[in-house]
């Protein structure tokens, strides 16, 4: 059974940091792609950022770039968000999923199979 959890969320002023945390079981983190999204109140869930399976390649929305960084620990089978120069517009629930790399014609992109339960993030001003 795949589980996923997260965990390191809480509450920061404008201009701090936290670090989330994935706890993977029932899947290695070397065979999935991950993602970490994030869904405020009123909202649509957008995604924040992604790694390959490799943990090489990683990608991140226009609003979090140079602020946020995602990481793989393979040996604690456990994906990190490092979100640094946080801002109120970050606060949201935070929940990370685990995908494969799905290609279609001359295009890819991932599909995730797998949710965690989320972790809240709230930034004051």
């Known amino acids: 059974q795949v589980q996923l959890v997260e965990s390191g969320g809480g509450s920061v002023q404008a201009g701090g940091s936290l670090r989330l945390s994935c706890a993977a079981s029932g899947l290695t983190l070397s065979s999935k792609c991950m993602g970490w999204f994030r869904q405020a109140p009123g909202k649509e869930r957008e995604g924040v950022a992604a790694i390959d399976t490799g943990g090489v390649i990683t990608y991140y929305a226009d609003s979090v770039k140079g602020r946020f960084t995602c990481s793989k620990d393979y040996t604690k089978n456990t994906l990190y968000l490092q979100m640094n120069s946080l801002q109120p517009d970050d606060t949201a629930m935070y929940y990370c999923?685990?995908?494969?790399?799905?290609?279609?014609?001359?295009?890819?992109?991932?599909?995730?199979?797998?949710w965690g339960q989320g972790t809240q993030v709230t930034v004051s001003s």
């Open positions: 999923a685990a995908g494969d790399r799905v290609v279609d014609g001359g295009t890819w992109t991932y599909e995730y199979d797998y």
